[in-house]
């Protein structure tokens, strides 16, 4: 008989992280919320947000969290730890988080740039 694999639940990418990690990415829930509805789609190696489409991952670290949000342009700052060229009009951009307060006013405009870009 086949092994079934276990469904990966957003709790499990928690297991080895720092309180702050845990209370930073419901910070980040609470602020992509706030923009209409959301759905967590956790995966095996990260948290797919998801409005009607993805438009954030998060992967979970020991002390932070890789937030990789979907943009239309290239984004230049230096709180961006990577930049993706995917396609024609579209960027992966990586921004580490550490604490809840880096949801800050910045962080909710690109959060809500990448969530309009998923109603399309």
Do not use: C
Request: without cysteine; hydrophobic residues 40%; glycine residues 4%.
């Amino acid at each position: 008989m086949p092994a079934t694999r276990q469904k990966p639940n957003v709790s499990a990418h928690f297991t080895k992280s720092a309180p702050a990690v845990k209370a930073t990415y419901a910070a980040l829930v609470k602020a992509s919320r706030a923009l209409g509805s959301v759905h967590e789609d956790p995966k095996k190696t990260s948290i797919h947000l998801v409005r009607d489409a993805a438009f954030a991952g998060v992967a979970t670290r020991k002390d932070s969290l890789i937030l990789t949000l979907k943009a239309d342009r290239e984004l230049a700052h230096p709180r961006i730890i990577r930049t993706q060229h995917t396609s024609a009009n579209r960027w992966h951009v990586d921004i580490r988080l550490t604490t809840p307060t880096d949801v800050d006013g910045e962080l909710r405009g690109w959060l809500a740039d990448a969530y309009r870009l998923a109603g399309k």
